[in-house]
């Protein structure tokens, strides 16, 4: 479409519609980011597995895990 040489209400109704597909697509990525990890909706509703997190290490340990050396 030109818009050059669109009327004023041509112009609007272009921008209306524009809105009004920017607010749909906005609803449907948000509801796409949903899952069960961030939200309150089972597993098993999860479109997709995103998978667990990595759990980020805790503080570093002062021993190493295992019993004491020398001793079977």
């Known amino acids: 479409m030109d818009f050059e040489n669109a009327t004023k209400a041509e112009l609007r109704e272009i921008v209306v519609k524009l ?3 920017v607010e749909a697509l906005e609803l449907h990525h948000a509801k796409a980011k949903k899952d069960s990890s961030n ?9 997709t597995n995103a998978g667990k997190k990595k759990k980020t290490p805790g503080r570093p340990r002062k021993r190493k895990a295992g019993g004491q050396l020398g001793h079977d």
Not at 39 to 47: A, G, R
């Open 39 to 47: 939200s309150s909706k089972s597993p098993s509703s999860d479109i």
């Open 19 to 21: 809105l009004a597909r």
